[in-house]
């Protein structure tokens, strides 16, 4: 154990994490990867937390520019997080990695309610908690979700796997041959700069709470391990 620098993370997965290059929904060979490579984490002795997102299937942004109620289309948004909760868990499961899957809007026949005292005592026994549904409330997002769960829990540290970008940049390295990578930043440089990391609620809520974010890509394997043993890859936010 001594070799890690996180004990006990959060790591944020974007919907468009599970989706592939299909861009939508989850890719089946896509999550068999990604629950490998938080296997491989898991078995370090790393307590795991996970926080999924949706956005492979749903955003409420999305459903209210085109004319639905924002809190109805956001509630879709977060249902689409349960679903990819529960392919998680599946393929985690398969790999023999015990689980629990809590969502934020209760839904007992297929998951827990989130009861964070609960949640923490999973962590303890070497059960990776995923946390589904979002914050339970519209107008938020999953990386909200992800700065409000690491505080609660008392994460070490947010881990957000990026698809295919290897850190924060000043500008969208895709678009702009002239972006330069942070190797560290602070959350106030995020929001000073309008960087698109995180939304500006997830970034003062981990300010305000000192929770470090590591920004990495996750499509190389094995960063998810180069992060917990304090390589230094992606880039390091400070809280
Ligand atoms: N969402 C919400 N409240 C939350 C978290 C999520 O309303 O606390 C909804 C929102 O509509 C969002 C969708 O769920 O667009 C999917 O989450 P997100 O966009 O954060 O997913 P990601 O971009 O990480 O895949």
Redesign the pocket.
Known sequence: MSDLKYKRIVL?L???ALAGDEGFGINPPVIKKIAQEIKNVYELGIQIAIVV????M????AGSKMGMERTQ??????L??VMNGLALQENLESLGVPTRVQT?IEMRQIAEPYIRRKAVRHLEKNRVVIFSG????????????AALRAAEVHADAILMAKNGVDGIYSADPNQDPDAVKFDELTQMDIINKNLKVMDTTASSLSMDNDIPLVVFNLNESGNIEKVVKGEKIGTTVKG
């Open positions: 944020k974007s919907g468009e997102g949706g956005g492979n749903w955003r409420g942004v289309a956001d509630y879709i948004g977060m689409a997080t934020s979002g914050t339970g409330n519209p107008f938020f997002s999953t990386d909200t979700t």
